[in-house]
């Protein structure tokens, strides 16, 4: 008869073969780690640092994957069905919102002391904060702002705008009608594809206005109680679009607006910082021509109360106490100042360390693109970076950011109000009706 301690030390020694086989040590932990980030510059950065700090913990591996935002809602559900959530995720503060409000994940509050909370810019962190706790760790900042080209401003006579009135007459006067072969100019593009451009492009005015959906401090919904606000907000948009945007510019989406602001078909244009890349590529003799401004609330006397913008987070998923406990040490050592500048690094001017540490390092100061736009950069840090909302996440995290995201119920009012199919108050009202509609769902 076999004995029972000979089972198990060959059980053992059989364990062994095979994790020897794999090449990993015989008491290896593994956890999987996803990232949105899917453009190979931000990937690499990111597994590189991911396997660099792993190696700081005794046999610790890390299974890297890029997952699509397109593709990410559908995995983080069957993740959760399986419960199996990554111990680690690098996305968005909606998808932060969606996996929180599923109870999925881990507070990373401790962290954020650890690291000192007043490092981290407080919009970013405001954004993923809810029940007192924070959800996700900020890395860098997907930011806002109007782009526009200052030689065509000088040769006009014009001054960065400080009101909408003021943004609409320099769009006109940078109109050009096309003569002796050059192309026709438009002084301002307003993208309205359904899909996620046009609420961004609407609520970068509506913020700009100081209006919100849920009111910052109570969380309780406001939007239809702004309508005025809301629809002035509409027919502004509207109005520029008439006046000053490529007609074609109701369907745009991304690639559409900054094609047309890089090849210099648009004077004026909001945007997220990708231009500059798309400069560098395409057109790099713009670069000394771009400049940035926040987007302007109605009045001069008053500045912009807040901007349209976003950022990239580090969360931890529910999983065995030791993979949590992992995952957490993985991460402080990646906010290593300039690990954090690294990152930013890798899509320079379109990334943003969301850390003040990591924007004045060395690291991020030196680089070239950066020291580049320097005077840009310090506009967009200090003056739209600090006051941010993310439609529906204006009192902390909401999935509603998520329903926004994946309809096209604000897209659809906007496009027809543009077109003259219904009037901007009656898109207000569709909006309203639908945001309100959200919200009581996602409130059950």
């Given at each position: 008869m076999i004995s029972i301690r000979r089972i198990v030390a060959q059980t053992v020694a059989s364990t062994a073969l095979i994790w020897a086989a794999s090449g990993l040590p015989a008491h290896a932990a593994e956890i999987t780690f996803w990232t949105n980030l899917?453009?190979?510059?931000?990937?690499?950065?990111?597994?590189?640092?991911?396997?660099?700090?792993?190696?700081?913990?005794?046999?610790?591996?890390?299974?890297?994957?890029?997952?699509?935002?397109?593709s990410m809602y559908t995995r983080l559900i069957t993740a959760m069905r399986r419960n199996d959530l990554p111990n680690i995720m690098n996305t968005l503060e909606g998808a932060v919102a969606f996996v929180q409000a599923k109870n999925g994940l881990v507070p990373v509050t401790d962290i954020v002391?650890?690291?000192?909370?007043?490092?981290?810019?407080?919009?970013?962190?405001?954004?993923?904060?809810?029940?007192?706790?924070?959800?996700?760790?900020?890395?860098?900042?997907?930011?806002?702002?109007?782009?526009?080209?200052?030689?065509?401003?000088?040769?006009?006579g014009l001054k960065v705008p400080n009101s909408w009135d003021e943004l609409l007459v320099a769009?006109?006067?940078l109109n050009q009608a096309a003569a002796d072969g050059k192309p026709q100019v438009y002084g301002f593009a307003v993208p309205m594809g359904r899909a996620l451009v046009a609420p961004q492009t609407y609520f970068q005015v509506f913020y700009a206005a100081g209006g919100t959906i849920f009111d910052p401090k109570t969380g309780g919904y406001v939007f239809g109680d702004q309508k005025a606000l809301a629809v002035r907000s509409l027919q502004f948009l509207i109005d520029l679009y008439k006046a000053a945007s490529p007609p074609a510019s109701v369907e745009w989406s991304w690639a559409e607006y900054?094609?047309?602001?890089?090849?210099?078909?648009?004077?004026?244009?909001?945007?997220w910082g990708a231009v500059v890349q798309m400069a560098a590529e395409q057109n790099p003799e713009i670069l000394d021509k771009m400049g940035v401004f926040p987007f302007p609330g109605p009045s001069a006397d008053k500045k912009p109360v807040a901007s349209l913008s976003g950022g990239y987070?580090?969360?931890?998923?529910?999983?065995?106490?030791?993979?949590?406990?992992?995952?957490?040490?993985?991460?402080?050592?990646?906010?290593?100042?300039?690990?954090?500048?690294?990152?930013a690094n890798s899509r320079p001017i379109f990334a943003i360390p969301a850390t003040h540490s990591a924007f004045k390092s060395e690291v991020y100061q030196s680089n070239e693109m950066v020291k580049h736009f320097k005077p840009?950069?310090?506009?967009?840090?200090?003056?739209?970076?600090q006051h941010w909302y993310r439609y529906g996440?204006?009192?902390?995290?909401?999935?509603?950011?998520?329903?926004?995201?994946?309809?096209?119920?604000?897209?659809?009012?906007?496009?027809?109000?543009?077109?003259?199919?219904?009037?901007?108050?009656?898109?207000?009202?569709?909006?309203?009706?639908?945001?309100?509609?959200?919200?009581?769902?996602?409130?059950?």
């Open positions: 899917t453009t190979a510059s931000q990937a690499n950065v990111i597994q590189k640092q991911a396997n660099a700090c792993a190696a700081r913990q005794p046999d610790l591996q890390v299974k890297f994957e890029t997952v699509p935002f397109g002391a650890e690291l000192g909370k007043n490092d981290f810019l407080a919009s970013y962190l405001n954004a993923v904060s809810k029940d007192e706790q924070v959800w996700g760790l900020p890395d860098w900042a997907l930011h806002q702002e109007v782009w526009y080209r200052k030689d065509l401003f000088e040769r006009a769009a006109k006067a900054r094609t047309a602001f890089v090849k210099g078909q648009v004077a004026m244009t909001n945007e987070y580090y969360l931890i998923g529910k999983s065995a106490p030791e993979k949590v406990a992992a995952s957490k040490k993985l991460l402080r050592c990646m906010y290593d100042p300039k690990l954090v500048a690294e990152r840009q950069l310090d506009i967009i840090f200090n003056d739209v970076m996440m204006e009192a902390g995290l909401n999935p509603l950011a998520g329903q926004i995201e994946a309809t096209t119920f604000i897209g659809d009012a906007i496009q027809n109000a543009a077109l003259g199919k219904i009037k901007a108050e009656a898109a207000i009202d569709q909006i309203d009706e639908q945001l309100h509609f959200q919200a009581e769902i996602l409130s059950r």
